[in-house]
């Protein structure tokens, strides 16, 4: 393998080390899991309705693990599902008074810290990064799926 290849693959897979550990420090000063801070930033960021598959697809957790994290919202009276009509097993999450609430005083900040640390970011970098990025993970899944088991 090319040396500026792996420099850059290696410089890549750190810098999302590096993100990742950020979350994991807030989710720690805000007193809550990992996982649970991925949820919350689905539900009070967007006006969409999520199932809990809806949430395993989207942040590509397990479904036991969103499983285990929405029930313990649900005892916590942060959320509740609510049967989607026409499904057969689909409930959709919704945020509670006191879960927005709670939202809002605990968690909200990440959020308003990732928005004032992209402020002044320049477009096209941004563009670039991503797109970048796009590249490199679908090419890695065409990889990784293409491998045949050892």
């Known amino acids: ?37 991925a949820i919350w930033s689905l539900l009070l960021g967007t006006e969409r309705e999520y199932s809990q598959q809806d949430l395993s697809d989207t942040l590509f957790l397990s479904k036991q693990t969103v ?20 499904s057969r097993n689909r409930k959709v999450v919704r945020l509670t008074d006191a879960g927005l609430a709670f939202g809002l005083e605990h ?19 941004l563009q670039a990064y991503l797109s970048m990025l796009d590249k490199f993970i679908s090419k890695f899944r065409k990889e990784i799926d293409g491998k045949s088991d050892l």
């Open 1 to 37: 393998m090319d040396q500026d290849t792996q420099l850059g693959i290696d410089a890549i897979t750190q810098r999302i080390k590096e993100i990742n550990s950020l979350y994991h420090i807030a989710a720690i000063k805000s007193g809550i899991p990992d996982g649970e801070v």
């Open 67 to 86: 499983n285990t994290i929405v029930s313990k919202l649900v005892r916590k009276g942060f959320v509740t599902l609510e049967h989607c009509p026409g």
């Open 107 to 125: 968690v909200m900040w990440i959020f308003a810290a990732e928005q004032r640390a992209m402020e002044g970011a320049d477009l096209q970098e």
